[in-house]
């Protein structure tokens, strides 16, 4: 699936702890995103990247910061995990082109106890 | 992004084709409509997507309305693979805003 892999892809965290998960790509692509699915709300968007150090927020960024620092990383991290946190986080890549729809990730599931 | 309404659920017969409505009746001239669906929790999967002509690809047809304001999904001959959540999406596809503004989308479930 257009080379996207998502680590880890299951994590149990404990409150208060920080938590990365990475988006890693192999197409070279400009935009990268990440989402949280949560039962009820379908996905929203956290953060996304449109180039190698450019960052944007989405709608539910608070308690989420993310880096960019190569095309093929964007990483997602939780400073100080919470329990509202838990949810499945998918990361997604534009194609080359503006028409090109964007190409999710497996997904990686994460619950903070 | 303009918003779009979809019905809740709705199912059909392994074989037949699934018709899937969409709302989007506050679509801008420069948005696309576009389809994904999601199999039990994996990643969303694109299907297809246009702007004003129908649309046709192995996976799916997409009719959409001359005025813009609906379009249809159709999957062909539905098996019990299709079953899954299937997003209808607005987007403009230009520029850097182009994120993805998912709803709730339909629950297909296709009977044996």
């Known amino acids: 699936d257009a080379g996207i892999t998502q680590s880890p892809r299951h994590k149990v965290t404990e409150t208060g702890t920080p938590v990365t998960l990475r988006c890693h790509q192999t197409?070279?692509?400009?935009?990268m995103y990440w989402y949280r699915q949560d039962p009820g709300h379908g996905l929203r968007l956290i953060h996304y990247?449109?180039?190698?150090?450019?960052?944007d927020k989405g709608e539910v960024s608070d308690g989420y910061s993310v880096s960019r620092s190569k095309t093929e990383d964007f990483l997602l991290t939780l400073e100080s995990a919470t329990s509202s946190q838990t949810s499945v986080y998918f990361c997604?890549?534009?194609?080359?082109?503006?028409?090109?729809?964007?190409?999710f990730g497996p997904g990686t599931r994460l619950l903070v106890l | 992004d303009a918003k779009t309404t979809q019905p809740p659920s709705m199912d059909c017969a392994e074989g037949r084709a699934a018709n899937l409505p969409c709302n989007h009746s506050t679509i801008s001239g420069n948005e696309y409509v576009y389809w994904y669906r999601q199999i039990h929790s994996q990643g969303p999967q694109y299907i297809i997507h246009g702007l004003k002509n129908n649309e046709t690809n192995e996976m799916a047809s997409l009719i959409i309305t001359e005025d813009r304001k609906s379009s249809t999904l159709i999957l062909p001959h539905a098996t019990l693979r299709d079953t899954a959540v299937y997003y209808c999406i607005v987007r403009v596809v230009a520029g850097a805003n182009s994120k993805l503004t998912f709803g709730k989308g339909i629950t297909l479930s296709v009977r044996p």
């Open positions: 990247s449109y180039g190698v150090k450019d960052t």
């Open positions: 197409e070279n692509h400009r935009y």
């Open positions: 997604a890549i534009d194609g080359p082109t503006s028409q090109e729809t964007q190409y």
